[in-house]
């Protein structure tokens, strides 16, 4: 990376003239932000974010597969080596084993890699291997220096096939295009029986019919982290096949009279638990073969309708420059300069993981599957999935409520859609296509409610939206939910994690207690607020920790507040957890023997040596993501260096803030120092970025911290436009001295929701040093 | 059985006032012809018909299974015994394992069983034996004593547990009566594992839900001879279940997030492979606890509008009487007077074994899944499925053509839409549940649409109908079809029933020719035409069978004229299958020695020995079904008896005709000789008891036989009402002096469409000896 100084990066990025488009059906122009994004940051190590083509909260994404591996060994052992390919992309990797049509953004847990394609030529192969030896003809080495990964678009060579795969998408579309070396025969392998997280018996069916020599449909149905799942698709091929066929690898005893048919060869129907298809061309080198594959959840007649809609030509690079001109659009929402390219880079990549889930899940006719199975009709939204809330409740959806009030506006409604269709009924835990896959901790739906409901315009359907919270909130078999409305506390005999989910649920009843108060009924909000003081049930004064509490209401006595999981916490040890009221830090404060005291303890967190064996033994975390025993790899602590906020030192959030920055993004495949977790960790630096955090989804403050950014200009969806200045920015001057807003000193630590949503100018004075009297 | 003599039952027929029921929403009064029905007759041995409760043409069969056998034993080998159980239920067994909702009535292979329902007391147990071990809580002894089976209805009694069940049904509802004899605790089991032809892997995927303490939703997907089929339902308890649960029997590796729960025990939502739940609730005696269960191909939200649109209430009494005018109503369009009872009995009970298929097969609102899986919705029709072709195009479809016109034309627009919804395309081979299954040859669709086009008022669409049928028939890949057209016949070497496939084919063929006449369409008329006579192809003259021939033009030199599988024919052997050329007898008769000669031939099939290795090796067949070695249990001899017409002494027909109706079918559970065949058996004894018969469909001619009935009253949907009389009727008089038709004697051993569907009145005159003039 060339290094550019401030003065002349600004310089560059005021005078240059970019690259202008003008955006289809309008004469706004759009700056082409994006050349700032590597969707390469974090497909190394612990991101797992993946490389691929996709625009901005579409439904397909699709992208390159380096690993097909099951989840479990013969011995049905857990192969932990498949936890790094929750995006099913590793940099490190130099084989790719199929194109396939939906991922997860930074998860660190999966399902998804639907519809798998791979260009091939040569000899047919079906069989496979998922070591990725040479040999296989039916995956192929590459090389990164092939490879180009654009907001939109993707390519890379297919070393073993000399076949050249360029990748873009609409929203519901995926269109390849293959350009081979030699021509002659070639083949489209579409490999159903492909998954990321597979395991025997995740595949429950599959159903292909070739409707005429171009066009494909079927659907595939899985089980996994979504129990019951089906994705419909139609796969369009831009010439006619010369010819087709599959091999089944499950064995039924029962054969039927589809007998009589040679079935693998060129015969129309196809359908089995474990299939693996090919689709013959005679393809001429330089005239490339191009493949649309669309996707439904609700039927491939649906799919059809999306790719007629979405789209009804073959023109690539007309595809490839509106997903641009779309992600332009998008990132464009915050126009920002950076002091460095590097930071720019950093910043537009993180705004654009941020776009990458939820993601729209309904055809172009509104109609989608939902959690009930059966089709279901948008009314008046668009209907999104895809709801990791544990991590996005607490940055991602926030900032959502800042750039993208209109796709949060209806993310919400996804969500009580979610619960109309609930049998419990309950409001979605971490749920994705249709499915409630209940994993992590918390009914966090109820803080993105509250926080759009804070924040926001939303009104409409408060009573249901409550209604729906409440409800969620008294699902006794949940969690320990039951045990919690009666003692006030998860007990540890309910839950290896019962302090984190006390804390959490604590501070959820704290967001139903605001949507009560905003509903005007005072008797729930009371009842929710003392909900919400449950925290103070599982803090022990005398260890100065969140402690597990018995049943009978004695400590657990087998304890260490170095250790993560199995002894009351979740992805953060008593630690980090202690410090989890985001509702209430002032008591926290207090209860943890004053101001004074609480920001020694903080940097403590922040300074002290962890050992090795506790970093073995925590999930989803390495080395890289922490600094002293503070863990920013994962969620719990990303309110933490914004507390000192609450002390006699507020400075040090600043410096702390500046810190995490520096050594936990990064630009490059290694730029994130854990799983970016749907957006949650990009989602915090733009906050950061911009010089403020939500430490309380569900107020309407912004913790202050230290802006990294020049200037920013949020271009708000009110028609509002609110600049960001930093005066005297610079990698030294990380301290705060003074903020105006509108040219009027505030004399706070924090940023009211209004400043923002109202436009106008918010300038942070930046030095050396501290200003202590800034407070 | 109590025999009466003729005069006096015929006087009980005419004074006795009947049970006369008013018809909702008209006065028009219905005879009880129920009383006539006995549903279990086939139910023991080769009948393969059920037991239970539906109303006509009703998409729920609602009726006891008395196994639960696996097809394939632990070494994969095919468990013969599994055969007799294609309706689940034979007569001699005295266990029940459940009622389930959907059957096939007759068939020769099977599917089917679904939403099998148990009501239990005592200790839960849900493990399975399938061999009716007592000590197993999960089936019951039963004896046949309690058993009481008529149209719409049936009750058994429970031994193990005290219960007795009574059925009834709408047409999309079943609705269960459970009556305890002591109270207390009682389970109904919900049995998603139990299938009619049950293998391992037959059940795909379970999904189900507690809506709440009365509602369950769910779906089951199963795999076989429909290879995807999905059965979605609703069931509704008159009573609060007091707490329920599941047991999966399926081991994935992985388990999920679900794992936090205690999903076994009162855990709403239940998915998986191989599932039984149970719902638990406190009963008093005496006091019955209902269910109701709706089917849907659509979706539980399809299902549940059927519940409501057609059983919003809980009056079972009110649904059975429903039920049992509604076959009133359709068994009254022919209102016979037969010489005994039990010939009552065995018409009545045949007329209701003709509307047992196809089913409807769309919900309340029209929608139904289609052959392509996606929904559907019909569009001025109702949607059938079960369309066993290959034996219902002989006379079940030309009996709907007299006596359900309006039917069967939704049937024809339902195979249309199959064919608008196949990817080959083609219409139907054997069809169910949204499943092409490709059981048996030939493409007989065509012969039911040229059937209803030559005979009912079906003009609308005949090109399109055409297309479809010429399009059928030149899919080169089925059974021999490319060779077939290339050749003029099926070689030896493409298939072991060679010779039946090309002989249904060149039948097939005339049939497109005569609708390719009525499109006027002459250049396509010849060349089916052309194909039609192909069936002079397989005939040996020095043999004077059909025979197998080779790709060289040489015949089979392994040959036998006894034998039937796998040398030429299926279910029928050389002697059998040598006569049918249904569309050309006359040429039949001449190239096999003329009119004297084939007469004698005739007599020698019907009256020659069959040695028992012959009937061993039959499919489908005992000596039950055989005389001589003429096989009746078949359908492919259907037309035989009636070829004396074509010969020097038609009386034989006459004679041939009653003697099959006196010893192939019977009143009592082994009535019938054969599987019914989904009607068709029954079909060709309404027919020929009514005096005639469709030999050749497509025609609009019937062949005279003897009737059996004194007197038959078919009231026709065209307003019109044809009185059939048979003077001097007796079990002696069987050979037909003359016939008028409307006081005028035709001299002639037809009867045509016309005469028939005019209305008016057809008299046979009846005698001991052969009128020799009547020719």
């Given at each position: 990376?060339?290094?550019?100084?401030?003065?002349?990066?600004?310089?560059?990025?005021?005078?240059?003239?970019?690259?202008?488009?003008?955006?289809?059906?309008?004469?706004?122009?759009?700056?082409?932000?994006?050349?700032?994004?590597?969707?390469?940051?974090?497909?190394?190590?612990?991101?797992?974010?993946?490389?691929?083509?996709?625009?901005?909260?579409?439904?397909?994404?699709?992208?390159?597969?380096?690993?097909?591996?099951?989840?479990?060994?013969?011995?049905?052992?857990?192969?932990?080596?498949?936890?790094?390919?929750?995006?099913?992309?590793?940099?490190?990797?130099?084989?790719?084993?199929?194109?396939?049509?939906?991922?997860?953004?930074?998860?660190?847990?999966?399902?998804?890699?639907?519809?798998?394609?791979?260009?091939?030529?040569?000899?047919?192969?079906?069989?496979?291997?998922?070591?990725?030896?040479?040999?296989?003809?039916?995956?192929?080495?590459?090389?990164?220096?092939?490879?180009?990964?654009?907001?939109?678009?993707?390519?890379?060579?297919?070393?073993?096939?000399?076949?050249?795969?360029?990748?873009?998408?609409?929203?519901?579309?995926?269109?390849?295009?293959?350009?081979?070396?030699?021509?002659?025969?070639?083949?489209?392998?579409?490999?159903?029986?492909?998954?990321?997280?597979?395991?025997?018996?995740?595949?429950?069916?599959?159903?292909?019919?070739?409707?005429?020599?171009?066009?494909?449909?079927?659907?595939?149905?899985?089980?996994?982290?979504?129990?019951?799942?089906?994705?419909?698709?139609?796969?369009?091929?831009?010439?006619?096949?010369?010819?087709?066929?599959?091999?089944?690898?499950?064995?039924?005893?029962?054969?039927?009279?589809?007998?009589?048919?040679?079935?693998?060869?060129?015969?129309?129907?196809?359908?089995?638990?474990?299939?693996?298809?090919?689709?013959?061309?005679?393809?001429?080198?330089?005239?490339?073969?191009?493949?649309?594959?669309?996707?439904?959840?609700?039927?491939?007649?649906?799919?059809?309708?999306?790719?007629?809609?979405?789209?009804?030509?073959?023109?690539?690079?007309?595809?490839?420059?509106?997903?641009?001109?779309?992600?332009?659009?998008?990132?464009?929402?915050?126009?920002?300069?950076?002091?460095?390219?590097?930071?720019?880079?950093?910043?537009?990549?993180?705004?654009?993981?941020?776009?990458?889930?939820?993601?729209?899940?309904?055809?172009?006719?509104?109609?989608?599957?939902?959690?009930?199975?059966?089709?279901?009709?948008?009314?008046?939204?668009?209907?999104?999935?895809?709801?990791?809330?544990?991590?996005?409740?607490?940055?991602?959806?926030?900032?959502?409520?800042?750039?993208?009030?209109?796709?949060?506006?209806?993310?919400?409604?996804?969500?009580?859609?979610?619960?109309?269709?609930?049998?419990?009924?309950?409001?979605?835990?971490?749920?994705?296509?249709?499915?409630?896959?209940?994993?992590?901790?918390?009914?966090?739906?109820?803080?993105?409610?509250?926080?759009?409901?804070?924040?926001?315009?939303?009104?409409?359907?408060?009573?249901?939206?409550?209604?729906?919270?409440?409800?969620?909130?008294?699902?006794?078999?949940?969690?320990?939910?039951?045990?919690?409305?009666?003692?006030?506390?998860?007990?540890?005999?309910?839950?290896?994690?019962?302090?984190?989910?006390?804390?959490?649920?604590?501070?959820?009843?704290?967001?139903?207690?605001?949507?009560?108060?905003?509903?005007?009924?005072?008797?729930?909000?009371?009842?929710?607020?003392?909900?919400?003081?449950?925290?103070?049930?599982?803090?022990?004064?005398?260890?100065?920790?969140?402690?597990?509490?018995?049943?009978?209401?004695?400590?657990?006595?087998?304890?260490?507040t170095m250790e993560t999981h199995g002894q009351g916490f979740i992805e953060g040890n008593a630690w980090n957890y202690s410090l989890y009221v985001p509702h209430d830090p002032e008591t926290l404060v207090e209860t943890m023997g004053g101001p004074e005291k609480f920001s020694r303890h903080l940097d403590e967190l922040f300074e002290m040596e962890l050992p090795d064996e506790f970093i073995a033994r925590t999930e989803d975390i390495?080395?890289?993501?922490?600094?002293?025993?503070?863990?920013?790899?994962?969620?719990?602590g990303h309110h933490i260096a914004y507390l000192y906020n609450w002390t006699d030192r507020p400075w040090q959030t600043q410096a702390r803030v500046r810190m995490i920055m520096d050594t936990m993004y990064g630009p490059g495949v290694n730029g994130l120092c854990g799983n970016d977790d749907a957006g949650q960790m990009s989602a915090w630096y733009?906050?950061?970025?911009?010089?403020?955090?939500?430490?309380?989804?569900?107020?309407?403050?912004?913790?202050?911290?230290?802006?990294?950014?020049?200037?920013?200009?949020?271009?708000?969806?009110?028609?509002?436009?609110?600049?960001?200045?930093?005066?005297?920015?610079?990698?030294?001057?990380?301290?705060?001295?003074?903020?105006?807003?509108?040219?009027?000193?505030?004399?706070?630590?924090?940023?009211?929701?209004?400043?923002?949503?109202?436009?106008?100018?918010?300038?942070?004075?930046?030095?050396?040093?501290?200003?202590?009297?800034?407070?």
């Amino acid at each position: 990376m060339m290094p550019l100084n401030k003065q002349t990066f600004v310089l560059f990025l005021l005078t240059a003239t970019l690259l202008w488009s003008s955006v289809a059906g309008g004469q706004q122009k759009t700056e082409d932000y994006s050349r700032y994004v590597d969707p390469m940051i974090g497909t190394h190590k612990m991101g797992h974010t993946f490389p691929g083509a996709t625009v901005p909260f579409g439904m397909v994404q699709l992208s390159p597969d380096t690993r097909h591996l099951m989840m479990y060994d013969a011995r049905g052992q857990y192969v932990r080596e498949a936890y790094r390919y929750c995006s099913g992309y590793q940099y490190e990797d130099s084989t790719i084993f199929g194109f396939s049509h939906t991922h997860f953004s930074g998860t660190g847990h999966s399902d998804l890699g639907d519809i798998s394609l791979m260009p091939t030529t040569g000899i047919l192969e079906l069989d496979h291997s998922d070591t990725g030896q040479t040999g296989t003809n039916l995956h192929s080495r590459f090389r990164h220096d092939t490879e180009r990964a654009e907001p939109g678009y993707y390519m890379v060579t297919l070393d073993d096939f000399g076949v050249d795969v360029e990748l873009t998408t609409t929203t519901r579309v995926g269109l390849h295009r293959y350009t081979f070396a030699k021509g002659g025969e070639a083949h489209v392998i579409l490999d159903m029986m492909a998954n990321i997280y597979n395991f025997e018996g995740k595949n429950v069916w599959t159903f292909l019919r070739v409707e005429n020599d171009t066009l494909v449909t079927g659907y595939r149905q899985t089980t996994g982290w979504a129990r019951t799942r089906t994705v419909y698709f139609v796969m369009a091929f831009s010439q006619p096949m010369t010819s087709y066929g599959h091999r089944k690898y499950d064995e039924t005893p029962y054969k039927g009279f589809y007998r009589r048919f040679d079935q693998e060869s060129s015969f129309p129907e196809m359908a089995g638990r474990e299939i693996r298809a090919h689709f013959d061309f005679d393809v001429r080198p330089k005239d490339p073969l191009l493949v649309k594959v669309a996707l439904s959840s609700v039927s491939t007649a649906g799919a059809l309708r999306n790719l007629q809609r979405e789209l009804p030509h073959w023109d690539f690079d007309r595809i490839r420059g509106e997903a641009r001109q779309q992600w332009n659009r998008e990132l464009g929402r915050v126009d920002v300069e950076s002091l460095t390219r590097d930071q720019q880079i950093v910043f537009y990549t993180a705004l654009y993981h941020t776009m990458l889930g939820p993601v729209v899940y309904e055809d172009v006719d509104g109609q989608y599957r939902g959690l009930d199975q059966n089709v279901h009709t948008s009314d008046g939204f668009t209907n999104y999935t895809i709801f990791s809330l544990w991590d996005t409740y607490r940055a991602l959806h926030p900032l959502f409520n800042l750039i993208q009030v209109a796709r949060n506006t209806d993310m919400i409604n996804s969500m009580l859609a979610h619960y109309d269709q609930s049998v419990h009924p309950m409001l979605p835990i971490w749920s994705h296509y249709a499915n409630e896959n209940w994993c992590m901790i918390g009914y966090h739906a109820v803080s993105v409610i509250a926080d759009a409901v804070a924040k926001t315009n939303w009104e409409t359907g408060l009573d249901r939206a409550l209604k729906a919270c409440v409800t969620t909130s008294r699902i006794p078999y949940f969690d320990g939910v039951g045990e919690y409305m009666d003692l006030g506390y998860v007990p540890d005999e309910a839950s290896g994690s019962s302090v984190s989910i006390t804390l959490e649920l604590a501070y959820d009843d704290w967001c139903i207690a605001q949507l009560a108060s905003q509903a005007g009924n005072d008797a729930l909000y009371n009842r929710y607020m003392e909900r919400s003081r449950s925290y103070r049930n599982v803090y022990d004064p005398d260890l100065g920790f969140m402690r597990p509490k018995k049943r009978n209401g004695t400590w657990r006595e087998d304890f260490n507040t170095m250790e993560t999981h199995g002894q009351g916490f979740i992805e953060g040890n008593a630690w980090n957890y202690s410090l989890y009221v985001p509702h209430d830090p002032e008591t926290l404060v207090e209860t943890m023997g004053g101001p004074e005291k609480f920001s020694r303890h903080l940097d403590e967190l922040f300074e002290m040596e962890l050992p090795d064996e506790f970093i073995a033994r925590t999930e989803d975390i390495t080395r890289d993501g922490i600094i002293g025993n503070y863990v920013h790899g994962n969620e719990p602590g990303h309110h933490i260096a914004y507390l000192y906020n609450w002390t006699d030192r507020p400075w040090q959030t600043q410096a702390r803030v500046r810190m995490i920055m520096d050594t936990m993004y990064g630009p490059g495949v290694n730029g994130l120092c854990g799983n970016d977790d749907a957006g949650q960790m990009s989602a915090w630096y733009i906050f950061s970025a911009l010089g403020f955090y939500t430490v309380c989804p569900g107020s309407r403050q912004y913790a202050i911290g230290s802006p990294l950014v020049a200037r920013a200009t949020l271009n708000l969806e009110n028609g509002n436009t609110l600049v960001i200045r930093a005066e005297d920015q610079d990698s030294e001057n990380v301290y705060v001295q003074k903020v105006e807003v509108n040219g009027k000193v505030i004399n706070r630590l924090h940023l009211e929701h209004d400043e923002l949503v109202s436009g106008g100018e918010i300038v942070f004075f930046m030095g050396p040093e501290p200003n202590r009297t800034h407070r």
